[in-house]
Every structure is written in C-alpha cells, then in structure tokens.
C-alpha cells in the first residue's frame, strides 16, 4: 500500500497565490463585467529586453542546424552564463564559476536546497515570509504542527513596524536561517552593517543563511548590500538565490540561479564537516537536467550593454509604479513601507481591518487585488502588500479606485 509523506497533511489547504487566484476568478465570474487590475502576485508585465530577444532567436537557429545543435547541457549551466554572472554579479567578491548554479527559479531552488538538510535542523524565518520557505520545510518535516497559527518547530523573527522590519536575533539558535533583503513582502532593506549582525551571529553559532536576493536590482539606496557576499565572511555561512524573473522579465522563461560557496559547510551525524558545494551538485544532477540553451543565451544577454540598458528601463518603469502607489497611499493618509528599494509596498490596513476582509474590500468595491499579510505569516496580520509590477495605466487607476473607494 503506497502511503503518503504525512507532512502534507500539515500543510495550509493551498498555496498563498493559488488561493488568491481561486477568490479573485470566483469574482470575476460572478462579475464578468467588472475589470479588475490585479497588483497581487509579484508578477512582471514588461516584455523581456530585445537583447534577450534576439539572443534567444539566434540560440533556436543553432538548436536547428546539426552542427551547433545541443543536446543535454550541463546541469549546472553553461559555463558561458556562469562567467557573465561572476563577471557582472559578483566582481571581487570571489566567487567562483564552479559556485554558481544555474536554475529554472529561485522559487525551485529556495524549495529543493531543503534536501540537503536533516530532518532536525531548526528553521528560523522572518514573519511575515514568502511562504515557500515555510511550506517547503513543513513538507520535509521540521516545522511540527501548526498551532495558534504558527507552527511549532518554526522560529519566527517578527517584521513589523515596531521594529523598523529589522529581524532581532533569535533566543533560540536556528540551524538554517532565511533572509530575504530587499524583503518580500514588506520591501524593507537591511544595510550592511545590519546584515553583518546576521553573518557574524551564524559564523558563531555554525548556522547557514539562506539569502534569497531575487529583488537586488530594485535597490536604489547606498549602502544597502546587492549581494550577501558583500559583508565579510558570508562566504563561509551563506548560500545566496538571484533570479532574472523580476529583472529581465523571466517570470515565463524560467532562469535563475544559486550560489554554493565552497566554505559553507555543515555537519553529519558524527560532526564532520561536509561542503554544501559538493552535495548541491549532486542533488541537482540527479534530479536536473539544467535550464534549456535556449534560455541561457536569453539570459546570459541581459549583461551585454543593450541588455542592461533594457533591464534598467524596466526597473526604472517599475519603480515609477511604486512610486505612484506611495504618494496615492499617502494621499489617503494611509501607512506604507518599502516601495523604496523594491518593487513591494506594504501598508497598514485603514482602521486595523484584518488583511483578508480588506483583500475582500479591496476587490470588491475597487475591484483591485492585493495580497494580505496574513498570508505571509502572523505578524502580517493587519498588513497588506501591493505590487509595482503591473502596468503603468493599471497601477494609477488603482491608486484612483483605492481613493475613491476606501
Ligand atoms: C510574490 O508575489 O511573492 C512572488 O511573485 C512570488 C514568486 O516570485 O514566486
């Protein structure tokens, strides 16, 4: 009798996005004639750059003509792609190309570094927290059950404007911890010196960050870290996840990518050191096969001039979205945060309302949708985020709608 991993039975019903898309097609069918503009899943518009473009056009003519025809490609990415991201990404951070894996999302790979771990290790997150930290470790089992709206075995650190979305170091020591910064969902940054804080602490207490940097290029203040490896001796404790879905509009596409520094290490059962480079590489060529070639040619163009020229253009369009929801907030005398560094604004919900009645508000009377905060973790509560990236026109009627209607 096949029998299930029981820790799905500890999982939320559904996946925070799928229940948001469930009540928002519910809506529309129910008001076919309403149009809604969605600012909810941090979903990009813009077409991806015409480098890219042609790049990848080029990449199909090779894939059609049996001389540069190509087959499997090597599960860790190409060495082409791999160069352009240490040239561009990580110049004098000393990073190495045989760190950096290529991948078809930072999503997938925030979900499958989980299998190198032991069931035991103990899980801190920041709260709220883009779920797939959280769900992808209920599913291997180290979250425990889920209590008083909090899972047991989870160390959550509280970002809430009390603490200016500034983690406080855990009482209890984590095994791994995750940090997202420029943070989905709040859109707050941490600078360098308080990223320090957390590169130090794990360096003390033999703990891996996992550093999700998928928003780096939203950045727009100085000293806020574009790279974990920025800060002295990350190198040692930090696995970091960049993506070029947010960048170069590669949500569809898929491609993204890991860095394993050689330092980092953990330990097995009998406390010796094991290099997370090597059982990364193992894991991803068991169970990958890479990014199609296709894909990497589209990606590896994003760091040619007219590359970055474009990818600036749509950061720079998308800012301008942010902007907007601001100063439409503001008009409202409603609170928001991030917005600044990131293509995310999360406000305070008017009158302390509970984040899924003022989604359900939000959509029903400005017909707009957002994500609330409680879907991100319990400190959410009471939060709400919206998204820079829908379109220009979109993001001002919503602002109109939200001012008219709130
Ligand atoms: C989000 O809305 O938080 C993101 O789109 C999620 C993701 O990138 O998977």
New binding site residues.
Partial sequence: MAKINENFKDLKESY??STIAKKVAEFQKENPDKKIIKL????VTRPIPKACVKAMEKAIQEMANSTTFKGYGPEQGYEFLRKAIVENEYKNLGIDIDEVFVSD???CDCGNIVDLFSENNKIALTDPV???YLDTNVMAGRAGKYIDNKYEKIIYMPLTKENNFIPSLPEEVPDIIYLCFPN??TGTVLNKEQLKVWVDYAKENHSIIMFDA?YCEFISEKDVPKSIYEIEGAKEVAIEFK?F??TAGF?GIRCAYAIVPKEVMAYDKNNEKIGLNKLWNRRQCTKFNGVSYITQKGAEAVYTDEGKREVRENIDYYMNNAKIILEGLKAKNIEAYGGVNSP?VWLKTPENMKSWDFFDKLLKEANVVG?PGEG?GPSGEGYF?L?A?GSKENTIEAMERINKNM
Avoid: E, H
């Fill in positions: 925070l996005f909810g899943i941090g979903d999302g930072a999503k883009y779920p797939v989905n969902p998928a993506s879905s947010k949500t995310y994500t991100f985020r998204t990236f």
